[in-house]
């Protein structure tokens, strides 16, 4: 393995602000928790690989490891965890960041996204939403989680897995039960994260988000000015979303001055018209972090001629989806589940994610197969 590999190349936040650059006091409690770490009850499993990270983070790696680095949203999120939290946080983001470098796989992805709804208020124009065949009702694309559902999946991954993110094709906030799925997260996963365009984010909502008290709240915006903003986030306007984002900043500092949630504006790079350094002005008093992620063409993902990339692509390594309906997916470029290798409630997530959909598919993409396959042939990720 080429020791100078690192995993910053399937990182898509191109540029954050608000995050800590400086990881020497981080460093220094890895540090002082890997000295006492053989007094620590772990399996042998966990041992292992917490061992790895923490060698890698402080310069000992064996020759040919990966050379492991924080990036600066990460270093934010490990100042807010406990001491106790850093065992679970390492082992957790060490597979997040190198298993999709190294192709190595255990029991449970690193990170799973629960969709509880695929239903979304917008159309934005580098968004899936605005195809008509998504859409459609008729298609059985469009639906809302049961609660039942949700629950299933929760009980299968708590304790195997730390990264749970609410989002995916729709807008979670939309979903009918979002305050009863919230308050069953509770406290449950450490690196818990919410995507929402806000547009639903009332004072009701905005307490069950910062009960459950999220690793990060992520509001998608991607220009100060309304114009702007009103043509790339179609049905949206600013004005609702900044006074909802505002209210949220004052009931977090009002109610849960103690709180470790992180907020981001991240705002999807597709314009020469949009200006971070406007984005990162206009929404500094009232989120902790403003970013821009890179963009995807995957709102026609389906359509697009093959682009040459032969790469395995990261996700197959980091991350599952769990759809409405219970269906697991590789990713949500492939948004109408050409690629999905079952369901949950026939099969656990542990047993996808290990069975034979995914194994072929990984396949494919180590012996430079990714080129037969769609819609991986015209993705971008890597």
């Known amino acids: ?29 890895v540090r002082s928790f890997h000295a006492r770490m053989p007094a620590l ?16 983070l402080l310069n000992q790696a064996a020759p040919g490891e990966v050379d492991y680095r924080l990036q600066p949203h990460v270093i934010e999120e490990l100042k807010r965890i406990g001491d106790d939290g850093l ?8 597979r997040y960041d190198v298993f999709p470098l190294i192709h190595e796989l255990d029991a449970y992805p690193p990170c799973v996204q629960i969709e509880p709804t695929s239903i979304c208020n917008y159309r934005c124009v580098f968004c899936y939403q605005t195809d008509a065949a998504f859409t459609k009702g008729r298609n059985g694309h469009m639906g809302q989680m049961s609660l039942e559902t949700f629950r299933r999946v929760v009980d299968e991954i708590e304790g195997e897995v730390e990264a749970v993110t609410l989002a995916s094709r729709g807008e979670p906030l939309l979903c009918k039960q979002i305050t009863e799925m919230l308050a069953y997260l509770r406290h449950k996963f450490l690196a818990l994260k919410i995507n929402t365009n806000a547009w639903y984010l009332d004072e009701k909502k905005a307490h069950a988000i910062l009960d459950t ?50 907020t ?25 972090q403003v970013a821009f992620v890179d963009y995807n063409p995957w ?3 389906y359509e697009l001629p093959a682009n040459g990339k032969t790469e395995p692509c990261s996700d197959l390594w980091r991350r599952a989806f769990v759809w409405w309906d219970g269906r697991v997916n590789p990713c949500d470029v492939d948004y109408k589940s050409a690629l999905s290798p079952g369901v949950v ?5 542990s047993e996808l994610w290990r069975g034979e959909g995914y194994g072929k598919l990984r396949s494919e993409h180590l012996n430079d197969g990714r080129q037969g396959v769609t819609p991986c042939r015209s993705c971008v990720v890597v």
């Open 264 to 288: 981001r504006v991240s705002g999807v790079r597709y314009s020469e018209e949009q200006n971070f350094d406007e984005l990162e002005k206009f929404w500094h008093d009232f989120v902790d």
């Open 299 to 301: 709102e026609n993902a």
């Open 41 to 56: 009850s772990l399996d042998s499993y966990r041992r292992t690989i917490i061992d790895r990270a923490c060698r890698a």
């Open 87 to 94: 065992p679970r946080y390492i082992f957790y983001r060490y």
């Open 1 to 29: 393995m080429d020791a100078t590999l690192t995993y910053t190349k399937a990182v898509s936040i191109n540029r954050i602000s608000g995050a800590e650059t400086d990881a020497t006091a981080v460093l220094d409690r």
């Open 213 to 262: 008290e999220p690793n990060t709240l992520v509001f998608s915006a991607d220009a100060a000015d309304p114009e702007l903003y009103a043509k790339l986030r179609v049905n949206g306007t600013l004005d609702r979303v900044m006074k909802n984002v505002r209210r949220f900043a004052e009931i977090k500092a009002k109610h849960y001055p103690d709180s470790r949630t992180i």
């Open 345 to 349: 409630g026939k099969q656990s997530v």
